[in-house]
């Protein structure tokens, strides 16, 4: 076997998403033999991210400062609020660059097989930014699955009577795809909300 | 966008073999979720990793000595000697625990199309190697490729006249597969080889 420092890394390596052992050894191994310049490389941004990046205690973003740039600043739309449910959506949306309201990570959606009750997602400092900040809109950008829905369902139940334009993300054929390669459910939600020209 | 800090850990680790930017992301929104852990530890391991392991100055492998602890071990075969042609080879053939010999990583194989020649690999520390140790047997573990078939040629026309037993690693249908899973190629190959009973 190859040595235990190696071998202490490949297994660290290997336990994160979309890495197994086999993966983990050719990145080590391409780490070895750029040893002088990406093991460097690669401590010193890490070491960056874990000195400077903290999470925003509005919208639990990740940033140098918290609040983060997105909730400081003056030329965002202060009373839109997007919901996502991570913030690697976040970060989709925000490499769009068409939205340009405020954020706000739940964390995780509601599910009954995962056991995610409301305790465990950002929903009660939803609430709170709600009562404190001015938000007269809010954009539920969840997942297109039955716990995103239901998720969508019981938020949209709570902001009920707080006079909140609330909408979901449109549902669809993406753009660019062919008809073929689209899943009957998402065909058949196409036709039923067709759009008149 | 997400920060600077962040996106150039991400702009790193889309680089490493097997990833891209969207796994690197993932990766680095875990390491953010285990901040307080994950990163220290890891930053940990590659330093262990960068102080500790050199490259060994008679066969190639990585360890934290050189001579190797293969290389300079008494229990092993010094006779012996297995070329592979890379160390991940030599990882894999020592993670089966079989061999007992000894290893010389080439560093690659022959191409004409990659421009790769003699001079590129260690072959004339092999050569070097042979005049000096007491090698009797050698065992060309190349990959079944076109460019590792030439590399075997090559070194068996220079080990030729050294009295030294020189085999390669046996071609045919994998432990536990089936035929119809198997390319006509290694068929055809396993059925020319096919063995008396």
Redesign the interface.
């Given at each position: 076997?190859?040595?235990q420092?190696?071998e202490?890394?490949i297994k660290?390596?290997a336990k994160?998403?979309?890495?197994g052992t086999r993966?983990a050894?050719?990145?080590?191994?391409?780490?070895?033999k750029k040893?002088e310049t990406?093991?460097?490389?690669?401590?010193q941004?890490?070491?960056?991210?874990?000195d400077?990046?903290t999470v925003c205690e509005i919208c639990g973003n990740?940033?140098?400062q918290s609040p983060c740039s997105i909730c400081s600043s003056t030329t965002r739309e202060r009373n839109l609020l997007c919901i996502v449910q991570?913030?690697?959506d976040l970060?989709a949306l925000?490499?769009g660059g068409l939205y340009k309201g405020l954020y706000h990570v739940l964390g995780g959606v509601l599910s009954a097989i995962e056991g995610v009750t409301p305790d465990d997602l950002n929903i009660g400092e939803l609430l709170h930014r709600i009562e404190k900040e001015d938000i007269n809109e809010i954009i539920l950008a969840l997942p297109a699955t039955v716990d995103g829905q239901i998720t969508i369902h019981y938020i949209s139940s709570l902001l009920k009577g707080k006079n909140i334009k609330i909408s979901t993300l449109a549902q669809g054929i993406p753009v660019g795809a062919e008809l073929d390669y689209i899943d009957d459910g998402t065909i058949k939600l196409a036709l039923d909300m067709r759009k008149q020209l």
């Open positions: 076997m190859s040595d420092y190696i202490h890394l660290i390596i994160l998403p979309s890495l993966s050894r050719r990145i080590v191994l391409q780490l070895l040893k990406l093991i460097p490389q690669l401590i941004s890490l070491k960056d991210v874990e400077n990046i990740y940033d140098t991570d913030i690697s970060w925000e490499r």
